[in-house]
């Protein structure tokens, strides 16, 4: 069983468009998390949610909101894409403290041409 | 600001021979270190933590890394390098309450047979 999966794992679309990318996780983990890496290979945190509340949202454009239904689930949909979107973006899960790993998903890459 | 620098982009040693990934930290209060690595294509899998205790943590597939607080660093280690190692290693420190993972530019290693 994967325990951090997201869907889909390629997604190739034009500018102006909204896509949605989901993410479960069946760890029963409280925390979860949106990670952007960049072509640079950077990780950086978008968003990070306990129990479906938003904790962090880190100067992300509005384009990009993420859906909590319920604390196995994180999606994130995103409006009018633009080119500089274009990244791999990475669902996490860990439980909530200072001395929890996360697990992380396989990636979504998002191509906007 | 809160930081983990990785000071080299890239990392090759021989199979067989010691490996050693750099890490050092900048963070107010105690620091959380994790070291995570990414094969192509595939998310980050952790690899080991460490929180509070002794020095040396022993992690997955035979990693270890040592926490040096006079010098803020934690550097990856593993006595025996496999060609099967090769892939790019993050090391993060988690932040804000424990809801943020702040990760390193990464480190490229390559092991050459």
């Known amino acids: 069983d994967t325990a951090v999966s997201q869907t889909p794992k390629y997604l190739v679309t034009q500018m102006g468009n909204d896509k949605s990318i989901k993410c479960e996780q069946n760890l029963g983990h409280d925390t979860m998390y949106w990670y952007k890496q960049d072509s640079k290979k950077f990780l950086k945190i978008m968003f990070s949610y306990n129990n479906k509340e938003l904790i962090i949202n880190e100067t992300v454009p509005n384009r990009f909101s993420p859906k909590s239904p319920d604390k196995a689930h994180l999606n994130l949909h995103i409006n009018s894409l633009e080119l500089g979107d274009s990244a791999v973006y990475f669902c996490a899960s860990s439980q909530p403290g200072y001395n929890t790993e996360a697990f992380f998903g396989q990636g979504t890459r998002l191509t906007v041409v | ?113």
């Open chain 2, 1 to 113: 600001a809160q930081s983990v620098a990785q000071p080299e982009d890239q990392v090759n040693v021989a199979e067989g021979n010691p490996l050693t990934v750099k890490c050092t930290y900048s963070v107010s209060g105690n620091p959380y270190l994790f070291w995570y690595v990414q094969y192509p294509n595939r998310g980050l899998q952790f690899l080991l933590k460490y929180i509070t205790g002794d020095n040396l943590v022993k992690g997955s597939y035979g990693f270890e890394a040592e926490f040096n607080k006079s010098q803020t660093s934690f550097h990856l280690k593993k006595p025996s390098a496999l060609v099967s190692d090769s892939a790019l290693y993050f090391c993060a420190v988690k932040l804000s309450g424990g809801q943020n993972f702040v990760f390193g530019p990464g480190t490229r290693l390559s092991v050459l047979p």
